[in-house]
């Protein structure tokens, strides 16, 4: 049970991070502004990860990736 939650949330998180990836290149938004939004996103999952007290099960790495991959996105976005 306890897998499954996990499998869960981890397709959540993953769901709304493509969701904001699709939304802003819709939306027509700048590759610097995505950019910046995968960095802020790739420190927030690397604080989380480096925390002692974070139990998510690497969720924390899985947010760090994608903020990565973002960044990757907005860097080969023309303006």
Do not use: C, Q, R
């Amino acid at each position: 049970m306890k897998y499954v939650l996990l499998t869960t949330i981890s397709l959540v998180v993953l769901g709304l991070i493509v969701g904001f990836i699709v939304h802003g290149l819709k939306k027509g938004a700048s590759g610097f502004k995505i950019m910046l939004l995968g960095l802020n996103i790739t420190l927030f999952g690397g604080i989380i990860a480096v925390d002692p007290n974070s139990n998510l099960g690497g969720i924390e790495y899985l947010i760090a990736l994608s903020g990565l991959l973002i960044s990757i996105i907005g860097l080969e976005k023309k303006d």
